[in-house]
């Protein structure tokens, strides 16, 4: 009796050693799995996002990244003590109507700091790309993507003004689901510069001066990596340096600017979802849309006060932003005679192709008179 006493407790002893030890190892499996659950779950699989994986450390405002931010993004050449009493008038739109949220003003200098501190350990190839960039009209499109990348919030441009209080601009039905909210600038024929686009049939951009994000969406990513890749290509084509490159006007757009914004959504959109997407899916919504976690708001929430085209400047509440559209950069960016002159020959491919097309509608346009209803050719606002 005494010996089987004394020979139980040894191997009860190695029983919950080895169970210790099989719990610690099964904690630590999971600890590991949500790691690496979190880290990915946000990613669609459909992608190759291995040149830009997530990052937890550059999330840093928002370590999860399933909330919206609540701060406002600008950039400025000048502190705000120093802006223009025009851009202090719709800086104060957005302290007003949103007195909760933070509010920061990036210059040069802590645009730069801005890109070292968030991208240096994470990101290099971010780093390296902006830092080679030196274009400043290149680096003002990079940098408010990487900021909604990195931090998410809201971006806006100086001439931008709040018109209705950022909490209630995430549409109800897509509280869930939204990640990004994004608004329809042109969704008409010709553009308010007669630059045409998606092969000069008709024209629907984005708008580029206001764009809300959760920090470290997947479309973030997407659009940074096609924006870094446009830079390059161009620099490519150009046969120059990148830190050389000095874009026309049309090629910043397209490489960088809205119309790349545009294209990179309808790719991205055409990704995840396996159709074919182009404007035609979102010409003239007039209720917000979802791809993925980005939203596309009909044209009068961003695009009001810019020129609404066929929609009209409604006063129903829908309008979320005033776009007072100063194009301050166009001006001073690049000599200014090959500017006109490539928008006189766009205006001429423009004028001519609406002959060709009249001149083949000719027996319809008579009946129908849709044409002339789709494009009420309002007077651009501006476009210094
Ligand atoms: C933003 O888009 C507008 C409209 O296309 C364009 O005129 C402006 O130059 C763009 N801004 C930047 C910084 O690309
Ligand atoms: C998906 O994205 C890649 C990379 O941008 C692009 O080359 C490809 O054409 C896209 N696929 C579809 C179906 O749009
Ligand atoms: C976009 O439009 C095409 C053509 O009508 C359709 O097949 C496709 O399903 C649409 N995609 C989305 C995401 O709405």
């Not at 919030?153 to 990004?180: H, M, R």
């Not at 969406?217 to 050389?244: D, G, T």
């Amino acid at each position: 009796m005494a010996s089987t006493r004394k020979a139980s407790p040894v191997p009860k002893l190695r029983i919950s050693s080895f169970i210790k030890a099989i719990s610690i190892l099964g904690i630590i499996v999971v600890i590991l799995a949500y790691i690496s659950w979190s880290h990915f779950a946000r990613i669609p699989t459909a992608f190759d996002y291995q040149k830009l994986p997530p990052s937890t450390e550059i999330q840093a405002d928002n370590p999860s990244g399933q909330e919206w931010t609540q701060k406002v993004w600008q950039t400025s050449k000048y502190p705000v003590t120093a802006m223009s009493e025009e851009d202090r008038t719709h800086f104060k739109t957005w302290a007003v109507l949103n007195p909760d949220w933070g509010h920061e003003v990036l210059t040069d200098e802590i645009m730069e700091k801005y890109v070292r501190d968030h991208f240096h350990q994470t990101q290099p190839q971010i780093e390296e790309m902006y830092f080679a960039v030196n274009d400043y009209i290149l680096r003002s499109d990079l940098i408010r993507y990487l900021v909604m990348l990195a931090d998410g919030g809201v971006y806006n441009d100086l001439d931008v003004g709040c018109e209705k209080p950022i909490s209630t601009w995430v549409p109800k039905q897509f509280e869930d689901t939204a990640g990004i909210l994004l608004g329809v600038e042109v969704d008409n024929k010709y553009g308010p510069d007669g630059r045409t686009f998606t092969n000069g049939e008709d024209l629907f951009e984005l708008v580029n001066w206001t764009i809300m994000s959760k920090p470290n969406q997947p479309f973030m990513w997407f659009l940074v990596q096609r924006v870094m890749e446009n830079i390059k290509k161009l620099a490519a084509s150009k046969n120059e340096a990148i830190s050389e490159m000095v874009p026309t006007i049309p090629e910043v757009l397209v490489t960088t600017g809205p119309a790349a914004l545009t294209t990179a959504f309808f790719d991205y959109a055409s990704n995840l979802t396996g159709t074919i997407v182009t404007y035609k899916n979102f010409t003239k919504i007039t209720e917000p849309q979802i791809v993925g976690e980005v939203v596309i708001l009909p044209i009068q929430a961003f695009g009001a006060g810019h020129q609404v085209q066929w929609a009209g400047l409604k006063q129903d509440g829908s309008q979320l932003v005033h776009h007072y559209f100063a194009g301050s950069w166009k001006g001073d960016h690049h000599d200014g005679g090959w500017q006109d002159a490539e928008h006189k020959a766009l205006e001429e491919t423009k004028k001519k192709k609406e002959k060709e097309k009249a001149e083949k509608e000719k027996p319809d346009k008579a009946d129908e008179g849709v044409t002339t209803e789709e494009n009420p050719g309002l007077a651009p606002e501006n476009n210094s």
